[in-house]
């Protein structure tokens, strides 16, 4: 349990990768505090499992997340993982939804940074882990906002991981080809109407399309790699944007 007397904050935690993320930080003793939305009995009970605390903020509302930052106190390990997805022609996007995805997707990591760097710098050690995307590499139609907000959290983080590398803080992405979570489902019928597609076809020629093993990369597969970044031997991985997507973006 080499987590022991580490304090995390995991984003976006009560659902899919970032609830994996934080169940595997919790197995390795780090004190997990989650995020999200949710049914209240269902996230009182995952505090209960991880012995985790929770808080509701709304990430796109900047005094929410500094509201979120002051009760969580200091925190050793910073994992930004909340995200949303709408798929759209770029001429029919709502501005809504692209002011709302890149608030969540981007600019909350930026707030959750600044107000986690202090204490990481006086303690000497600190993990900040960016959940990015295969679409922070390359991107795919009617998904501009997306793309957009993660190629430029790839960015947000080399800069950090420079910046911090003195302080004993690493800066990294991972970045995950399909995992099969509720972000991915909500996206089909979207893309159905996009493409002209039936959901099958959705499934096997746009989403697997690309993932050289044809399948769905698992939730349990991205905390596994956030806990090994997490160890002190990766004190030298910095900047860097680590692909779990099954081999899409190695073609
Ligand atoms: P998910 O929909 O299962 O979980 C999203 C989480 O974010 C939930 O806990 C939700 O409550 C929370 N959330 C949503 N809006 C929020 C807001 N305004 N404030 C605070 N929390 C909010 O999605 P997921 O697939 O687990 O996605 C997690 C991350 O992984 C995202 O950043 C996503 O872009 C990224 N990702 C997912 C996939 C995939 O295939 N599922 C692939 C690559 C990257």
């Not at 204490?119 to 600190?126: D, H, V």
């Not at 295969?134 to 420079?162: C, E, M, Q, R, W």
């Not at 959705?202 to 090994?228: C, H, R, S, Y």
Request: aromatic residues 6%; contains cysteine; glycine residues 10%.
């Amino acid at each position: 349990m080499f987590l022991e007397g580490k304090r995390a904050l995991v984003t976006g935690s009560t659902s899919g990768i970032g609830l994996a993320i934080a169940r595997a930080l919790a197995a390795e003793g780090a004190q997990v505090v989650l995020n999200g939305f949710g049914d209240a009995d269902e996230i009182a009970k995952l505090c209960d499992e991880l012995g985790a605390t929770h808080s509701g903020a709304d990430l796109t509302d900047v005094a929410q997340v500094e509201q979120m930052m002051a009760d969580a106190g200091d925190i050793d390990i910073l994992v930004n993982n909340a995200g949303m997805q709408h798929v759209a022609p770029v001429e029919d996007f709502p501005v809504d939804r692209w002011n709302l995805i890149i608030a969540l997707n981007l600019t909350a990591a930026f707030h959750t940074t600044r107000l986690a760097v202090p204490a990481m710098k006086t303690k000497g050690w600190g993990r900040i882990i960016n959940t990015a995307s295969a679409h922070s590499k390359v991107a795919s139609p009617f998904k501009s906002a997306y793309n957009a907000a993660k190629h430029g959290l790839d960015g947000f983080t080399k800069t950090i991981g420079l910046e911090l590398a003195e302080f004993g803080i690493t800066a990294n992405c991972i970045s995950p080809g399909y995992v099969w979570t509720p972000l991915v489902e909500n996206q089909i019928p979207d893309t159905m109407k996009a493409r002209g597609m039936t959901r099958e076809q959705v499934i096997n020629d746009v989403l697997l399309v690309k993932q050289a093993t044809k399948k769905f990369v698992q939730p349990a597969e991205i905390g596994a790699l956030a806990v090994f970044l997490c160890r002190d031997e990766m004190q030298n991985v910095n900047g860097a944007n680590w692909s779990v997507d099954g081999g899409w973006t190695a073609e």
